[in-house]
């Protein structure tokens, strides 16, 4: 296993940092530990995972697993933080956050705009158990500043937001945070940490979907919780533990596989996103495009200070979205018809800006304006997979010149 400070590249950490060859086996490639408990030697071991230590053995699944913790160890690493929790999913971790830091009065700051799912769990659940939950465009820090109160425990931020890619200033967001006494939650899946790396800039958690870019190949779903040490551990006991939505040995063995060509991937990702990002620019049914990368993104000089790469996720809007959503299900050969995102295989999907609001965002008048201003009345989320990207803009051209 690497040491965390030692100065290794993200290519290397990705692919060594959390492993180490099987001790018994001596196999280079990590095992999976299928087992659901573990043979204890020290007999005063206790049954209750609360008495647990933090140099306590491997004793049942749901209190931890050697596959799982080798990814969570991987994942720290390349976030540049001191600890990570993984779970069954992005919204298994999400909410194992929220239920942790929250409780009945507290009062949730949440981007306008969010994954649908945790949109629709904040805005529905939450306040079912005496969560205040507030809505902000957290593009505006006046309007963060305002929201603020003295029962504010935590600010979730998701940047680029899922779907529009609206950028989050994490660096100012944090500052206006924690001089509050909140603490800042980042959505940092569409960035994965080759990207960006938000503890760095002042988060104190961030949070991905395990199933989008760190796995990378649409076959393991998984969630994941990472930053300090002490935070993680009581998160562990709590919500991991006692909620029980802990990801699996053989999801985790998935996940840690794809995370080893990450760093590759997301540069491969970034560039044929721009390639395409680009064509769709100049092609004369598409009305407008969104991608951090192109000078045209409200945001791309904060994109160019907070990214190392700008991603794959792009959005595009044509002149009849319904109707053209319709030609690509039918016609596309290379990109598929399917929600998700950050597999190695493009993916494409279309998203009506009012159900859009009437299911998931319900924002205010001025929230929805800022939203219409990315997404018009509907956008096409495109997330650019590994192929060549001449053929992706093919395949798109086929599409959208067609009836």
């Not at 060859?21 to 206790?46: E, K, L, R």
């Not at 999400?94 to 949730?108: I, N, P, Q, V, Y």
């Not at 540069?267 to 990368?293: C, D, K, M, S």
Request: charged share 20%; aromatic share 6%.
């Amino acid at each position: 296993m690497l040491n965390k400070n030692a100065k290794y590249g993200a290519q290397t950490r990705a692919i060594h940092a959390g492993e180490t060859p099987d001790p018994i086996t001596h196999a280079s490639a990590p095992s999976i530990a299928m087992s659901t408990t573990y043979v204890v030697s020290d007999a005063s071991a206790q049954f209750s995972a609360n008495a647990l230590g933090e140099e306590a053995p491997f004793v049942y699944c749901r209190w931890g697993n050697p596959t799982v913790r080798q990814l969570e160890l991987k994942l720290a690493d390349l976030e540049g933080a001191e600890a990570a929790v993984a779970f069954a999913s992005g919204m298994a971790a999400s909410t194992a956050l929220f239920l942790h830091r929250l409780k009945a009065g507290d009062h949730l700051i949440l981007s306008d705009v969010a994954y649908a799912g945790v949109a629709e769990l904040a805005r529905q659940t939450l306040p079912k158990l005496g969560i205040e939950v507030e809505p902000v465009d957290l593009t505006n820090l006046e309007a963060l500043k305002n929201a603020l109160r003295p029962t504010t425990k935590l600010v979730y931020a998701e940047t680029p937001a899922n779907p529009i890619l609206k950028l989050t200033d994490i660096r100012a967001v944090a500052e206006v945070a924690h001089a509050a006494g909140a603490e800042l939650a980042v959505d940092s899946t569409f960035a994965s940490p080759i990207a960006t790396r938000p503890i760095e800039l002042g988060a104190d958690v961030v949070v991905h979907s395990l199933t989008k870019y760190l796995s990378g190949h649409g076959d393991a779903v998984g969630g994941a919780l990472v930053g300090r040490a002490e935070p993680m551990r009581l998160l562990t006991q709590d919500a991991g533990i006692h909620l029980g939505g802990i990801l699996s040995p053989f999801n985790a063995w998935l996940t840690m596989r794809g995370m080893a060509t990450l760093p590759i991937r997301m540069r491969t990702h970034a560039e044929n996103a721009l390639h395409v990002a680009r064509f769709l620019e100049h092609h004369p049914r598409v009305t407008r495009v969104i991608y951090p990368g192109l000078e045209s993104h409200p945001q791309h000089e904060l994109a160019r200070r907070q990214m190392q790469v700008f991603s794959g996720m792009l959005t595009f809007q044509v002149g009849n979205g319904r109707a053209t959503a319709q030609r690509f299900a039918d016609q596309l050969e290379v990109i598929h018809y399917a929600v998700s995102l950050g597999h190695h295989r493009s993916l494409v999907f279309y998203l009506p800006t009012d159900e859009m609001q009437k299911n998931s965002f319900h924002l205010d008048e001025a929230q929805m304006r800022v939203y219409r201003e990315f997404a018009g009345d509907g956008i096409f989320r495109l997330s650019v997979g590994l192929e060549d990207a001449e053929d992706l803009c093919a395949d798109l051209d086929r599409g959208l010149r067609d009836g």
